[in-house]
């Protein structure tokens, strides 16, 4: 089975993670205005127990680097470069242990 965690943490407004269970896509969005690094993990801890998972059984990591907001790209992408550095897992289609990198416009 492959499962793909997806973070998007782009926007002022609204942070989304999901998870691609098989072709499966499953997300969870919440609304924001600051305070993103607080929210980002409990609502990936949230999903993955929802569908009865831990991120062990992650496979990869699919992270939006930009554009958008500054701050939001950094807190996603920091936890998809900690998950993927810790877990052994690709990011972004990256090959294992090497980060990403934010995009700015």
């Known amino acids: 089975m492959r499962t793909i965690l997806f973070i998007d943490t782009a926007s002022n407004e609204e942070i989304s993670v999901g998870l691609r269970i098989r072709e499966k896509k499953f997300v969870s969005k919440r609304k924001v205005d600051k305070m993103k690094a607080q929210v980002v993990l409990p609502m990936i801890e949230q999903l ?3 569908h009865k998972m831990s991120l062990e059984q992650i496979d990869a990591v699919e992270v939006n680097t930009g554009p958008g907001s500054f701050t939001g790209l950094r807190v996603g992408i920091a936890i998809a470069n900690t998950l993927g550095f810790s877990l052994k897992i ?4 990256m090959p294992v242990g090497k980060s990403v990198e934010p995009v700015y416009s």
């Open 90 to 93: 690709p990011i972004n289609g």
């Open 48 to 50: 993955l127990k929802k």
